[in-house]
């Protein structure tokens, strides 16, 4: 019988390999940046053998699924002020966008314990300043007087009452990031009220998942 888990390499790619396998998204980072996420991918495959960090279970394919395509955001948007992942799981995307923007001040929502353990230990391991890690939940946040730059959420649920409660934490002018499937953005954008959507990017490698922007105050809806 063939063996599916054979397949499955839960080895660190060499930072060469992390390079080659970026490029599909147009990405080109420093040494620095690739080291940091080669000791966050290191981190992911070994917590992952003892929690349920991700499905995922190749090396590889963890760089290009949950690094590329969270990294791919900083093609088209500069990210400045301070940044609010909501139901961060793994740190995707939120974390990640640190080795990118190591200025960006990031709170991370999750509420599982053991998942904010990750976060903290990925946080200290690759030297990532200006994180906080919280077991609040976006509701919790919304009715509180914070306001954020820029918000992002990936493989998350309720999507219509994520989008309204996200608009009223965002400062004017800020932005929302939904990492979701095209059918999801379909059928999203009529119904979302606060934001005025402005830009729908294709993933990389990918089969119709897309990376979906909205705004506070802005209304022109933007293609790459």
Known sequence: MFDVAAKINPMAPSENRIQELLEPFGLQLDSQKVSRLKTYLELLLRWNARINLTAIRDAEECVTR?????????R???LRGSLLDIGSGAGFPGLALKIIFPELEITLLEPVAKKRAFLKEVARQCRFEKVGVSSQ?????SGSDLRFDAATARAVGQMERLVT????????????????????????????KGLQWVRQVDLPLSRGRVILTGGLGQSTFMTP
Not at 66 to 74: I, K, W, Y
Not at 137 to 141: A, G, M
């Open 137 to 141: 939940r976006l509701e919790e946040i």
């Open 165 to 192: 409660q996200a608009a009223s934490i965002l400062v004017q002018g800020g932005r929302l990031h939904l990492w979701l499937s095209c059918e999801q953005a379909t059928r999203l954008k009529p119904r979302s």
């Open 66 to 74: 949950h690094f590329g395509e969270s990294l791919f955001l900083s």
């Open 76 to 78: 088209y948007e500069q």
